[in-house]
């Protein structure tokens, strides 16, 4: 069994400077957002093996701040392919990860994520609001294995959400 962890980027900081859109730095609300995100799967027990996140700066500081608060002891690997992808090009990704790794954490974009999500399960295409995380378990032993229609959604959770739970008290 595998499982995959998708998470969008954190809210973007518009207000600032930067030269092109990868560059865009998070805001401080994307900041909190993240850091929360990790105390969430670290809670659950949910912590990654492994991280690829996209090269943009606003997913490379999500992924870092929610590694950082979660206190997860597992590489990061920034991956090219995830900015302005498809879902077929990050399943391409995903299938080239070594089968050691269980649960893997993808950190990246929309519209994809939404739509590598639906790819995954099935059909449709989940609201990703940023800083969401969509969990999905698949009946894989090797990444190698991975096909669209394989995997059952577990849970999608937005930093919102949790925070009108209490979650994070």
């Not at 499982?3 to 600032?16: F, G, M, P, V, Y």
């Not at 959770?157 to 994070?168: C, E, G, Q, R, Y």
């Amino acid at each position: 069994m595998k499982q995959l962890l998708i998470l969008r980027h954190a809210k973007s900081d518009w207000k600032t400077s930067f030269e092109s859109d990868h560059d865009r730095p998070l805001a401080k609300r994307g900041i909190v957002a993240a850091r929360l995100m990790g105390r969430f799967l670290t809670k659950l027990d949910q912590a990654p093996d492994l991280i690829l996140s996209s090269t943009a700066e606003r997913a490379r500081q999500t992924a870092e701040l929610a590694k950082q608060s979660g206190n997860w002891d597992c590489p990061l690997v920034l991956c090219g392919e995830f900015y302005g992808s498809s879902p077929s090009a990050v399943l391409s990704v995903i299938t080239a990860q070594e089968a050691v790794h269980s649960r893997l954490l993808l950190t990246g974009h929309e519209p994809t994520w939404s739509q590598l999500v639906g790819a995954l399960t099935g059909g449709g295409e989940p609201r990703m609001p940023t800083a969401a995380i969509a969990k999905i378990d698949l009946p894989i032993d090797d990444w190698a294995d991975l096909r669209a229609g394989q995997g059952t959604l577990g849970w999608l959770v937005s930093p919102k959400l949790l925070l009108a739970l209490d979650f994070d008290d």
